[in-house]
């Protein structure tokens, strides 16, 4: 027989509540013996949960669902009970020596498995199933948690908008390719261009709410990094709020890196502080050179780095060197914002005429403004922090207009980015001298296709269809 | 009696599938049987008289780079010449010939007379033989005479059970004036093959004489310069050395004189004619079951359901140069007679023509492809082939790819040899094979550019260089051909090495020069090939720079100069399509396991089990191509295979073809 399987439900943490679920293909006796009383399908019934001693556990609602009603499809057996990691912890330990007892096989559920059953039993739609599919080759808890988010009705309905649209482009290039000798209208290429420049222009602005989301959704991953002891914990420490990390004059303090969620203008922010980056000399004791190890890792995984600098060792050449070599080991497709620390120990003017012209030197003016930015901050006595918020938001691409935001995951925006991206080419080979149509056909095409993962497939003879019943062919 | 000789293929049906079916099985030296009802029909071409256009111009090429003779034969009977699509770049450009019906068939004729091992042999056939139940071995003919082979290939057209309409009355018929194959057909229900039915549908034919031309407009080929003479009434002209060229072996010189052809329109009387003939159409009345095809559609269906349109374009197009029957394409129909006649004198020129053969929609049987392997042999019964228009595909170009395909797997299977496949990315042939063994058809299925995914790189021009090795491997290529085809090839990898080799810059170029022809001046060096891949810059300038100090030594030939040209061009935008395919490659090695039960998947929609349980694919590549079958269904499939204890299944055991 299948096994039966159980979780704790609910997210981790403390809660007012918290539900234990079990699912299997036959749960009514688990449930006489843990409730004592014979439930009534789908009806909520207050009970004490006993141990198997007869003490009693905790008091609970519990819900029985028998199959096929039930989200898996199976029986399932659900018991609200007071919220509190240990408890919880406690009721599940419970439900499964008791269910040893009773030889009923049962298991602790893998991540995502109740969903699972659910589709396999035929609970779910295609449109969740293919979440599902991720869910169940997702590794971590924190990718089953993204998986699990749906695709919300407003973006997929937008989406499905903009993607009529590009069908209706290629409708009339490939009607135009394919049916030379009918008499579809010869003077398409300006309508062409201006469609391509249109649906270019709303799927950017459809990317930009999509980016915000994602933000909101998945929150933004901000890695401090620099060289020891140039006040990155210190920096970690004000932007959270309270005292996470050890600070000291030592350089090296920091041996592993410390991780804390914060809010900021309401969008999550993982702050991840690390070790400081050095050369990896005989002098450092290996510890540390594992933590300078785990920087490197942290860096690659971030969303956005926060260079940290020490302001007042700028005249140390060997310093500025250093500087130079971590920071051209930085992925040039991670966003980089400097952060000049420990300003106190100057006053305005020499920041002014010493540090903002050897920054202004030092970057090519052609990166555009937000790279030459650099904040300066002092993290001990707290100046600077809402300048070093604000860029933080702006580098990242949070707008405070938060309306119309679309729920969507990370994946969407990659999407519709290389779907501007194929307008983009499309619209330079228009516009070029002896563009030929089928490269543009093809950029349509491409873009077209990455749409087409956010909303469904769409093949070469829904295309057809379509030319068939817009333009009288037959020659 | 039984026929002596034991064939290794017996071909039945003589048209583009039937012909070119038996020549590729006759080039690789199986003793092949081609069985038609009537000799004189080989190479006929029943619809309209013209070969090629929009992706079946590509499947020309293809069929001509491997030996085929369609395209061979369009030279020595075309006469008039078009490149379509020539402005909106190389991947949808097409060829198309309007040629001649008796030069046409003579030149087939003339290559089955000339082929060796191809036997031919006039007489219907009734029945196919098996062995064991359910392998094929040979045929029986209309009077008893049992031909055997190790492998049949049916080509029969139209001929099943073919039902042709004009206005109420129908009749038996698989062509106009040729017989319908009845005994066959009922033959193949036994069979249990699953079928269904099609439609389609020529114009009536006019006499060239009784139309005024000086109320149409007058349509000349490519390459013909003779305006002139043309005004004087004459509507011939000699044929002219840039006339395009279909075949890889063929020349402007096998051209016979070169023809116009003429556009008219009809107009808003015409429209009512024909809807009051609407209450005597086969079509409207339910007399005509079948489906016909959307892409071209019988007039009155057009007028039907564009009503808006006050006009619809008329092709006038001649069938040969010995005859005045002219082919108005684009009035497709099958009202009664009365309302055909009425309606052809109501268009401009047309007031006084005389019909020389009515208009008729012709129903007939199709065998659902889905039930074909990927070598076109059933799965039902083993060494027996299908291809052409019984596949329910339309065309002759389409039919002539499919014969070929199928000619060759009927060679293979009879040497226990693996099958020929072909892939989607390789020609137009692979999406033809595959659109049909998995997506099936829902009406009559004709190639169009849209269809193939990797279109840049399935290129007419490039037919030969992507097919020409592959079909002297298969000893479908002679020696002549494969001879030139060496010539070009060298000639263009040693070109396209030169051009990445030689440098340009402001040392060796006059900045007045490259700022006129590139726009601003080169600040460093490039290579001949990066400078061509600028979309202002064609091959030709490129060899005028400096004076033509960077031009090749050896005048190459047109055809090798465009080659270069268009593959340099191309090359990043195909690199991305490779990125593509091996991307996909994974799935397309997946295999499926046989015996994997879809009717029990039940988070997968109903539909979706059906289709997956008939159509068994063997990847997860396929399956992805089957209608209606999402992504998410593809990925419900992989965890049902991950969870299934199907995991051993799922590694890259490549594909065992048939």
Redesign the interface.
């Known amino acids: 027989m299948k096994e039966s399987i159980a979780a704790i439900a609910t997210a981790p943490g403390m809660g007012a509540l918290g539900v234990v679920r079990v699912s299997g293909p036959a749960l009514a006796e688990l449930a006489l013996r843990l409730t004592g009383k014979v439930l009534q399908p789908r009806y909520a019934t207050l009970c004490r949960l006993r141990d198997d001693i007869g003490q009693v556990l905790d008091q609970a609602i519990v819900l029985f669902f028998p199959a096929p009603y039930s989200y898996t499809g199976e029986d399932v057996l659900e018991l609200q009970a007071h919220g509190g990691t240990v408890s919880l912890q406690l009721l599940l330990a419970h439900v499964l020596e008791l269910a040893k007892l009773i030889e009923l096989p049962l298991r602790l559920a893998r991540p995502g498995e109740f969903t ?1 059953r659910a ?4 609970k ?1 739609d ?2 969740q ?2 979440a ?2 991720d869910l ?1 080759g997702a590794s971590s808890q924190e990718s089953v948690r993204s998986a699990n988010r749906s695709l919300q009705g407003d973006f997929s309905k937008e989406i499905g908008l903009l993607t009529a649209q590009m069908v209706g482009l290629r409708t009339l290039l ?1 009607a ?8 579809i209208d010869s003077v398409y290429t300006q309508d062409l261009l201006s469609g391509v420049q249109t649906l270019q222009a709303q799927l950017a602005t459809v990317l930009r709410k999509t980016q915000q989301g994602a933000i909101l959704r998945e929150g933004i991953r901000v890695v401090i990094s620099g060289q020891p002891n140039v006040g990155k914990s210190t920096l970690l420490n004000a932007l959270a709020g309270q005292d996470l990390a050890i600070v000291s004059d030592i350089a090296g303090t920091t041996r592993d890196r410390i991780e804390q969620t914060v809010q900021l203008f309401g969008f999550p922010l993982l702050l991840v502080d690390t070790a400081g980056l050095r050369e990896q000399t005989e002098r450092i004791d290996p510890i540390e050179k594992l933590g300078i190890g785990r920087s490197w890792k942290a860096i690659e995984q971030a969303d956005l780095i926060l260079f940290v600098r020490d302001a007042s060792r700028f005249s140390d050449p060997k310093y500025l060197a250093e500087d130079d070599k971590i920071r051209t080991q930085f992925d040039a497709n991670t966003p980089v914002l400097e952060v000049l620390n420990k300003v106190d120990l100057f006053d305005s003017s020499e920041i002014a005429s010493g540090i903002c012209g050897l920054m202004g030197s030092r970057i090519a003016p052609d990166r555009g403004v937000e790279t030459t930015t650099a904040i300066s901050i002092s993290a001990k006595s707290q100046t600077g922090l809402d300048l070093l918020q604000s860029a933080i938001a702006e580098k990242v691409g949070w707008r405070s207009t938060n309306e119309g935001l679309y729920s969507a995951r990370r994946r969407h925006v990659f999407a519709l980015q290389s779907a501007v991206a194929y307008l983009t080419s499309a619209e330079e ?1 228009m516009l ?8 543009v ?2 950029d349509l ?1 491409l873009a077209h296709a990455e749409l087409c ?1 956010i909303t ?2 769409f ?3 829904d ?3 379509k ?2 019943s817009e333009f ?4 | 009696m039984r026929y002596p000789k034991t064939f290794d293929v017996i071909v039945v049906g003589g048209g583009h599938a039937g012909t070119e079916a038996a020549l590729a099985a006759a080039r690789m030296g199986a003793q092949t049987l081609l069985l038609t009802h009537n000799i004189e029909t080989l190479g006929a071409m029943s619809c309209n008289p013209s070969i090629g256009g929009i992706g079946k111009g590509h499947l020309v090429k293809e069929v001509d780079a491997l030996g085929g003779v369609m395209a061979i034969a369009a030279d020595e009977a075309g006469i008039q010449f078009r490149v379509l699509n020539s402005s909106k770049g190389p991947a949808v450009r097409a060829t198309r010939v309007q040629a001649d019906r008796v030069l046409y068939k003579a030149a087939i004729r003339k290559r089955i007379e000339q082929q060796a091992n191809l036997y031919v042999f006039q007489q219907s056939v009734e029945d196919i033989l098996l062995d064991g139940g359910d392998r094929a071995c040979g045929v029986v003919s209309q009077s008893g005479i049992q031909f055997f082979g190790g492998a049949v290939v049916l080509t029969a057209g139209t001929f099943l059970d073919g039902r042709i309409h004009v206005g109420l009355s129908n009749f038996q018929g698989g062509r106009a004036g040729d017989p319908a194959s009845i005994g066959l057909s009922a033959r193949l229900k036994e069979l249990k093959l699953s079928q269904g039915r099609l439609k389609t549908g020529t114009p009536p034919r006019i006499d060239g004489r009784t139309i005024d031309f000086s109320k149409c407009e007058r349509q000349w080929g490519d390459g013909v310069d003779c305006v002139a003479g043309a005004d004087t009434g004459d509507l011939s002209c000699p044929t002219n050395q840039n006339v395009p060229v279909f075949s890889f072996m063929g020349n402007a010189q096998m051209h016979p004189r070169q023809v116009p052809c003429w556009i008219t329109h009809t107009n808003s009387a015409t429209h009512e004619i024909i809807r009051s003939g609407f209450d005597r159409s086969p079509m409207f009345t339910g007399k005509i079951e079948g489906i016909g095809p959307r892409y071209c559609p019988s007039i009155e269906d057009k007028i039907n359901r564009f009503a808006g349109k006050e006009e619809h374009q008329i092709f006038l197009e001649p069938e040969g140069l010995d005859t005045h029957e002219i082919y108005p394409n684009g009035i497709s129909t099958s009202l009664p007679f009365d309302i055909q006649l009425a309606l052809i004198h109501s268009i401009a020129g047309l007031e006084n023509a005389h019909i020389l053969r009515p208009g008729y929609a012709i129903e007939y049987d199709y065998f659902d492809p889905t039930a074909l392997r990927p070598n076109f042999e059933t799965k039902a019964i083993r060494h027996l082939f299908f291809a052409g228009q019984i596949n329910g595909t339309t065309g002759y170009e389409e039919a002539a790819a499919q014969g070929l395909y199928a000619g060759v797997n009927a060679v293979s299977v009879t040497r226990g040899e693996d099958p020929w496949l072909l892939r989607r990315d390789q020609a137009y042939m692979g999406v033809l094979v595959d659109d049909l063994i998995l997506r099936g058809v829902s009406e009559p299925y004709r190639m169009f550019t849209s269809r193939a995914e990797y279109r840049l790189q399935l290129r007419e021009d490039n037919a030969d260089m992507r097919l020409t090795e592959i079909g002297r491997k298969l000893g479908l290529v002679d020696d002549a051909r494969w001879g030139a085809f060496n010539v070009k090839r060298d000639a263009v990898s040693r070109e396209t090495e030169r051009l990445k080799m030689t440098w340009v810059g402001p040392h060796n170029l006059e900045s007045s020069e490259s700022e006129r022809v590139f726009g601003k001046k080169l600040e460093h060096e490039y290579s001949l090939a990066e400078l061509l891949r600028r979309p202002e810059i064609n091959y030709a300038q490129l060899m005028h720079l400096g004076g033509g100090v960077f031009a090749a030594q050896t005048n190459l030939h047109q055809l090798a100069q465009e080659q270069v040209e268009i593959a340099i061009k191309y090359e990043g935008y195909i690199s991305k399509q490779n990125e593509n395919i091996l991307r996909a490659a994974a799935f397309e090695s997946t295999v499926l396991p046989e015996n994997i039960d879809y009717l029990a998947m039940k988070a997968l929609s109903i539909e979706a089990r059906q289709k997956l349980d008939k159509i068994r694919p063997q990847t997860v590549g396929q399956a992805a191509r089957i209608s209606g079958i999402t992504p998410a269904t593809i990925s419900i499939l992989m965890v049902y295979l991950k969870r299934g204890g199907y995991e051993k299944a799922l590694t890259l055991e490549g594909l065992d073809g048939a």
């Open positions: 699972e589709f396999l039993n035929g779910l295609l449109i199933a293919e599902v599919a169940i490939e135009n390719f394919d049916f030379p000798e009918e008499e080979g070029s001298l002896n563009s030929a149509f089928d490269l056909a093809e095409r993962t469904g497939a093949s070469s003879e295309l057809l269809g030319i068939f009288c062919i037959g020659k």
